[in-house]
């Protein structure tokens, strides 16, 4: 009966019969609520600034210290030192700015341009493009790289 249904609605019908299918299925983001980009613990001293906790951002990425080495450098156009697992930074760089970055990182090459999830790696650099890998939906993408 409801083969016979589908077959004989409409065009018009048929999207609306799809719309309504769509509608009924959660809302992936939502569903990944609990994921949080991670906030920067810094701190200025003298004419440094320390992130003590850049260990932990860079494990909730699960990339690289050195990738994100490599974008923060970049970005705050600073030399940066690693020093047991915290971030000393050349020059004054307030919270506000840091966790700006740090977002802007996880939203380009983290979380998943398809699904949302954070659940990403980066497959292979090359000629300043990063293929990004999503391991929960499947999607691969390329990213400009640093
Ligand atoms: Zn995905």
């Known amino acids: 009966m409801i083969i016979a249904v589908i077959f004989l609605a409409t065009d018009a019908e048929y999207e609306k019969l799809i719309d309504s299918a769509f509608k009924s299925m959660p809302n992936l983001s939502e569903e990944n609520i609990d994921f949080r980009i991670p906030e920067a613990d810094s701190i200025v001293q003298g004419s440094k600034t320390l992130l003590r906790n850049f260990s ?40 506000e700015e840091l966790n700006l970055k740090i977002k802007k990182f996880f939203e380009m090459y983290v979380i998943c341009k398809e699904c949302n999830k954070p659940d990403t790696h980066t497959e292979s650099v090359e000629r300043g493009f990063a293929t990004i890998v999503c391991e929960a939906c499947g999607a691969r993408y390329s990213v400009k790289y640093y």
């Open 56 to 95: 932990q951002i860079a494990e909730v990425a699960r990339r690289d210290k050195k990738e994100l080495m490599n974008y923060l450098t970049k970005e705050l156009g600073a030399h940066l030192i690693l020093d047991e697992g915290r971030l000393v930074i050349s020059g004054k760089v307030n919270a």
